[in-house]
């Protein structure tokens, strides 16, 4: 239950994935964020006589400058035993995108063209970015490197679903969560963190833009994270590796530098290692970073009191080159 001093709101568990898509669909533009489109078509992908399956949706993401991509989208209700479904729908998306990128190039266009916002904000991209028109923008997304990504969206996370999925598959999969309430007067709300909000959100964007320090998504290479002084010591300076770090599917590629955030009374940033590798944690939804060298000392960089950045109490990501030459935390995002 969510409870204030006039109303409370209680789970209103969504009965099918009709209702979970068209929820989807009305909070699409906060869910996603203005940079991204969200497709909600369902036409059959793949080669005939072979791997063929409908999606549920496509997210078009254009919220970087260098790597635009798109996400195949599984929208899925925990009361049906998704660990199995799920994986194998990825599975044959993945197989289906490979096979046929013609027929899902063809899909996202025709989706896109019967859409003005998204016929807008493409040619705005487009513009933007040097790229000819909206069919060659699809092709760069469709036919480049790293081209398929998939985004799972479920009403409640099993952990054994995660860890599947971190596990299973060589691409991106991305997971969000998607809850909804309602109160006795008929009242709804959903409940969700945006889309890659805690990588960059459109806030820290629009601050970066107005200071023409904007960094894009696709140059991010450090992964910035919270420790106790015990911690720290220990583990960090003494073992020369980070562990129990919940890291984004999409960013496992990008990371090459982690770098420490040292609780109060230390407050700052003071230390960056280079990352020689990335494992899953033991057989939990989480990763250990091992480290190619003891880490070095830089900084340090104080959180500014009443900043604009808080003191990070889970991971952040930023790129080495801005740690580098910040002052204070609120110039290292």
């Given amino acids: 239950m969510l409870w204030n001093n006039t109303q409370s709101f209680k789970d209103e568990p969504f009965n099918t994935e009709t209702e979970l898509e068209d929820a989807i669909c009305e909070a699409a533009q906060v869910l996603f964020g203005p940079s991204r489109i969200y497709l909600n078509i369902k036409k059959k992908v793949g080669t005939k006589g072979k791997t063929q399956n409908i999606p549920d949706g496509y997210l078009l993401d254009l919220a970087s400058v260098k790597q635009p991509r798109l996400f195949v989208v599984e929208v899925e209700l925990a009361q049906h035993d998704p660990l199995k479904h799920v994986a194998v729908q ?129 140059e991010l290479d450090t992964i910035v994270v919270p420790a106790r002084e015990e911690g720290f010591k220990e583990t960090f300076i003494g073992e020369n590796k980070w562990y129990s770090i919940r890291i984004h599917s999409s960013m496992l590629k990008k990371i090459k530098h982690i770098a420490v955030y040292r609780v109060a009374p230390e407050s700052a940033i003071t230390h960056i290692a280079e990352v020689e590798s990335i494992e899953q944690w033991q057989d939990t939804n989480k990763y250990v970073l091992n480290f190619a060298a003891p880490a070095q000392s830089i900084g340090p960089i104080h959180l500014v009191p009443k900043g604009r950045v808080k003191a990070p109490q889970a991971p952040r990501y930023t790129t080495r080159a801005l740690l580098l030459k910040a002052k204070n935390l609120d110039e290292a995002f």
């Avoid at 309430?181 to 959903?190: E, N, P, T």
């Fill in 90 to 218: 990825i599975l044959e998306f993945s197989l289906s995108f490979e096979t046929s990128p013609q027929a899902v190039k063809s899909v996202i266009k025709e989706a896109i063209l019967k859409d003005h916002a998204a016929v807008s904000l493409c040619q705005d991209y487009v513009a933007k970015n040097s790229f000819e028109n909206i069919d060659f923008l699809l092709e760069q997304i469709i036919y480049g490197k790293d081209r398929f990504n998939a985004l799972v969206i479920i009403d409640e996370l099993p952990d054994e679903l995660e860890k599947v999925l971190i596990s299973r598959f060589k691409f991106p999969v991305e997971i969000l969560t998607f809850a909804r309430y309602r109160s006795a007067s008929g009242d709804r709300f959903y409940r969700f963190e945006p889309f890659l909000e805690d990588v960059v959100s459109p806030a820290s964007q629009d601050e970066q833009a107005a200071k023409g320090t904007v960094v894009d998504i696709a």
